[in-house]
């Protein structure tokens, strides 16, 4: 997975041609950390369907803020720079992330 910040988000997600997928956590965010291993395995599962990305939105809270990311965690998806999927924490279900993966990558 490829590690965001403010310096490289424009050119790996706003600028980036086809799926991206970010997923916005915090080390703090209990939640995040619990999903963290699930996240993983469905980058690894899915390598080459879609890019993946982290971002700690602590870390870069502008730029959360910018991406209208308020509470965590946020999973995104961007096709062709624009985002055009995202589910907040309490529409996170890996299943219907895969599915939401499957539908916006065919």
């Given at each position: 997975?490829?590690?965001?910040?403010k310096e490289n988000f424009?050119?790996?997600?706003?600028?980036?041609?086809?799926?991206?997928?970010?997923?916005?956590?915090s080390p703090k965010c209990?939640?995040?950390?619990?999903?963290?291993?699930?996240?993983?395995?469905?980058?690894e599962k899915n390598a080459?369907?879609?890019?993946?990305?982290?971002?700690?939105?602590?870390?870069?809270?502008?730029?959360?803020?910018?991406?209208?990311?308020?509470?965590?965690?946020?999973?995104?998806?961007?096709?062709?720079?624009?985002?055009?999927?995202?589910?907040?924490?309490?529409?996170?279900?890996?299943?219907?992330?895969?599915?939401?993966?499957?539908?916006?990558?065919?």
């Amino acid at each position: 997975m490829i590690e965001l910040t403010k310096e490289n988000f424009e050119a790996e997600v706003k600028q980036a041609a086809g799926l991206v997928f970010v997923d916005f956590w915090s080390p703090k965010c209990g939640q995040c950390m619990e999903l963290l291993p699930d996240v993983e395995a469905l980058a690894e599962k899915n390598a080459g369907k879609a890019k993946f990305c982290k971002l700690d939105a602590a870390a870069n809270r502008r730029l959360a803020i910018a991406e209208k990311v308020m509470g965590l965690p946020v999973f995104n998806f961007y096709k062709d720079g624009e985002r055009v999927f995202s589910f907040d924490k309490d529409s996170i279900d890996m299943a219907a992330v895969q599915a939401k993966l499957d539908e916006l990558a065919g």
